[in-house]
């Protein structure tokens, strides 16, 4: 259901959380030290167990300091005024540590630059768990298991800053999927991505989620790739969650580019022929089978 | 500006004849491009990751110079030239602002160029303050540059070429990070420059942004140029979006699927006045 939501609105507070609950934020507040504003102001969002939400606002909305709230940088990392709560499959992120919160939330950075610096891409993908401390064997198995699932085994040597942008973003998200974490967030994973890379990457994202059964939270302006992968839409502005419900549901009632997402032109198209709520078309293909029984 | 005489009897702004250029660690980025481009031309060159789009443009203001092959800006060859003398009228915006950006605020960051390229004082800081201004960066304007967003500091990049004026103004990827607001501004400026008789090249991977504005396409693939036409042209047909590894646009792929000759060029309502006549 679309509903605007309200400061005061915490998930469920009489039977207080769901088994099928995976993330829970409750009246969170953020100020970063040194700054006058607070980035996050009354956040209040739950998360179940397998979906794939997609958080959408204008850039400096707080989209990413709300990603990094889950998976500990905030506030491990930043300092700043924190109050409110946040919990992670249960462990209040404030008082689990970043490593412990490593195993849980998997990050992919918008730029995968920043999160690969091995000599080799197999390297790369055994950084985290050689964190870990695993045994050989293990670490061998679960590195060969992530190349394998992104399609990376022939880059294994290969030094990773030779790679193309969209290999890049396969060795980072191995990488974070070796450690098998429950939750996978993703901040703009196909800016730098040409579309067809990009396309194969929210395949990716989509398959992910049913054979490993992950839960992903996802920051993207461009809906017309990633809005038909997603089961819930949230909308961030002004540091606080201001509309969330099924893509479909927030598109057709709300206009996205006030909250500067630009609206899919398909989707604009399929708005003005009033076809709209469960009927809204999300690309070419839904939008000629809802108009070809009328020709 | 004064414009080479030239340019008034419609000879090219920039031309390349069989341009190859070969990295120094031997990968061939260009293997034979032939392309010109005439005054007050928009031009969107798509392509995948690595098909030879960034290589190509950095040949427009000679930051590269052909390994074979011959590139000419208004008129000149750009062997002959020193990048410093091509910037001056060939603005180029880096797929990565951190590429571009060095000073200590946003303000000196436009204001350096301009000094370099010998502006007045007065009139440097009327175009700085028209800078931070059309760029919605006055807020930042005493900030250093290194703490923006990505999206800000490519605005700023923005804002810092057009601070001094190029007739081409070279753009690398530059919808990465900008929400919607920012598109439609990135728009309008085209279009704005186009009406000024000036060349915008836009490399992008964003044909949605693209595609409303209706610019000439090139698409690349593997350092050659697989198509050249108009955005209808290019655009609709399969085999050339194909082989560049292109997605069509959303209103090429819905035209298509319609049955429709022509896609749509643009705008929903227009769009929609023809679906309304045709299914009722």
């Known amino acids: ?86 919990l992670v499959d249960g462990l209040k992120v404030s008082e689990t540590s970043m490593s412990v919160l490593a195993l849980k939330v998997g ?87 040409d579309p067809f890379t990009a396309k194969s990457l929210v395949n990716l994202i989509r398959d992910l989620r049913s054979t490993l059964g992950i839960t992903v939270l996802i920051v993207e302006h461009r809906l017309d790739l990633v809005a038909k992968i997603c089961d819930r839409m949230v909308v961030v502005d002004k540091g606080t969650v201001v509309l969330e419900g099924s893509p479909r549901e927030i598109l057709s009632k709300t206009d996205v580019s006030l909250f500067g997402v630009t609206e899919p032109t398909i989707v604009k198209l399929s708005k003005r022929l009033s076809l709209e709520g469960e009927k809204l078309a999300l690309d070419a293909q839904e939008l000629t089978t809802a108009l070809k029984p009328v020709a | 500006m004064q414009l080479n005489s030239n340019l008034k009897d419609g000879k090219p702004i920039v031309s390349f004849e069989d341009v190859f250029y070969s990295h120094p660690n031997g990968n061939v980025a260009l293997k034979g491009v032939n392309f010109s481009l005439r005054q007050s031309e928009v031009l969107a060159i798509l392509g995948s990751n690595g098909a030879g789009k960034t290589t190509l443009v950095r040949h427009i203001n000679g930051l590269l110079k052909p390994t074979r092959g011959k590139v000419s800006v208004f008129g000149e060859d750009t062997k002959q030239l020193s990048s410093a003398q091509l910037s001056r009228r060939v603005g180029i915006v880096f797929q990565n602002p951190n590429n571009q ?91 704005l420059l186009q009406s000024q008789n000036k060349n915008v090249i836009l490399v992008t991977h964003d044909v949605e942004f693209v595609w409303p504005l209706q610019p000439r396409i090139i698409l690349m693939a593997n350092g050659l140029i697989v198509a050249d ?14 082989r560049a590894d292109v997605l069509a646009p959303q209103l090429v792929d819905f035209s298509k699927l319609m049955g429709f000759l022509k896609p749509f060029p643009s705008a929903p309502f227009e769009a929609e006045k023809i679906l309304r006549i045709e299914h009722g």
């Open chain 2, 229 to 242: 036409g108009t955005s209808q042209a290019v655009l609709s047909d399969s085999d050339f979006t194909n």
């Open chain 1, 107 to 193: 990050y992919i950075f918008q730029n995968p630059e920043n999160q690969i610096f091995m000599f080799s891409v197999e390297r790369d993908v055994a950084f985290g768990l050689e964190n870990l401390a695993l045994p050989q064997a293990e670490m061998r198995e679960r590195v060969d298991w992530a190349m394998e699932l992104l399609q990376i085994k022939s880059l294994a040597l290969r030094a990773p800053h030779e790679l193309s942008d969209g290999q890049k973003q396969r060795v980072a998200i191995a990488g974070v999927l070796a450690m098998k974490p429950k939750i996978l967030i993703l901040d703009e994973p196909t800016s730098l991505l």
């Open chain 1, 1 to 86: 259901m679309l509903r605007p939501v309200s400061a005061t609105n915490s998930s469920n507070p009489v039977l207080g959380r769901a088994a099928s609950d995976l993330i829970e934020i409750k009246d969170l507040n953020f100020k970063y030290f040194g700054s006058t504003t607070p980035v996050l102001q009354n956040v209040n969002l739950t998360v179940k167990n397998n979906e794939i939400v997609l958080i959408a606002g204008h850039s400096g909305s707080g989209k990413s300091t709300l990603l990094r709230a889950i998976n500990g940088l905030i506030p491990h990392q930043h300092s700043g005024d924190y109050s409110g709560e946040v």
């Open chain 2, 101 to 191: 950006l060095f000073a200590q605020s946003v303000r000196k960051e436009i204001e350096f160029g301009l000094r370099n390229f010998g502006f007045s004082e007065d009139i440097l800081k009327k175009r700085v303050e028209s800078a931070l201004n059309d760029f919605s960066l006055l807020d930042y304007a005493d900030r250093p540059p290194m703490e923006l967003s990505g999206g800000e500091k490519k605005r700023l990049c923005i804002a810092l070429v057009l601070a001094w004026d190029p007739d081409i103004l070279i753009l690398d990827e530059p919808t990465v990070g900008q929400d919607s607001e920012q598109k439609e501004k990135l728009s309008e400026m085209t279009r």
